[in-house]
């Protein structure tokens, strides 16, 4: 399926340049640009002079309801000269419902792109994810400071170790990974079946994507005292990979989200960009 829907999260106080990258990729796609404009509320105070306290809070509130106003139009403006297909949508929020409001939004969506400044952005960084991979169940692009992401990558590094995280990830990216010159099918240590079918690790999935047209070449390699992750990156740099592919590991408790040691590493130390999906 290709990406037809991209949704933009931003913050109220955040430069646009998220959204730039956002614009290009819509571009590059001829897809729809879906914004979503977050303003985190002001929690209400609960001092012992709460209720001297109380105008004040509501003073706070209402400007910035009003600047989330004027950053609506602010975006329709520049949105405006983009010459795609876009829409614009804003909520003032408690911190608590960042998530599933992101979640609703995204459920309407084929990919959520996350910005240098957005994943900078510690009050809205993980809810974004979150709300995108569980709540909405779609993939997340993440782009570093600096990088420049493409629908069309040449050469795509594919994190494989046959979990469940990992196929669902390789699915979602066969946009991504049909065009590509190279895609190299990334195992870290691997290890044959128990019942000793496997001959070759990483073979199923390479004739899985040959079936669908993709030219895929398997790389099974040993960590060496490294963590996957830095096995993973130090990969991505050698074969000059545009983007890593890679499952979202981890599990949710009641709201709150405990993500596996190499989805960590990715999200906190992202060289290049990273296409993540569960």
């Given amino acids: 399926m290709a990406i037809k829907t991209v949704l933009s999260v931003i913050g109220l106080d955040h430069p646009n340049s998220d959204l730039d990258l956002a614009i290009e990729l819509c571009r590059e796609a001829e897809a729809h640009l879906a914004v979503l404009i977050l303003a985190i509320a002001v929690p209400p105070p609960t001092a012992e002079y709460a209720a001297v306290l109380n105008a004040a809070w509501l003073e706070e509130r209402q400007e910035d309801i009003e600047r989330l106003h004027e950053r609506v139009k602010e975006v329709n403006t520049l949105l405006a000269s983009a010459e795609i297909s876009v829409d614009v949508e804003a909520e003032y929020i408690d911190r608590a419902w960042i998530d599933e409001t992101v979640g609703r939004r995204a459920r309407c969506a084929d990919l959520t792109v996350a910005g240098p400044v957005l994943t900078a952005d510690e009050d809205l960084k993980m809810p974004v994810v979150k709300g995108s991979l569980y709540e909405a169940q779609i993939p997340v692009l993440l782009i570093p400071e600096g990088k420049r992401a493409s629908f069309r990558p040449k050469r795509v590094l594919l994190a494989w170790d046959g979990g469940l995280e990992a196929s669902r990830a390789t699915r979602e990216a066969l946009p991504l990974l049909v065009g590509a010159e190279e895609v190299h099918i990334t195992m870290v240590d691997p290890r044959g079946t128990e019942d000793g079918l496997a001959l070759e ?54 709201r709150d989200l405990i993500f596996g040691g190499v989805t960590r590493s990715m999200m906190a130390d992202a060289d290049l960009p990273v296409f993540m999906a569960r």
Avoid: C
């Fill in 201 to 254: 690790p990483g073979a199923d999935i390479a004739a899985y994507l040959a079936r669908h047209g993709v030219k895929a070449t398997v790389d099974r390699l040993p960590s060496g005292g490294q963590s996957v992750a830095d096995t993973l990156r130090t990969h991505a740099i050698d074969m000059a990979a545009d983007i890593i592919v890679i499952g979202a590991y981890g599990h949710s408790r009641l």
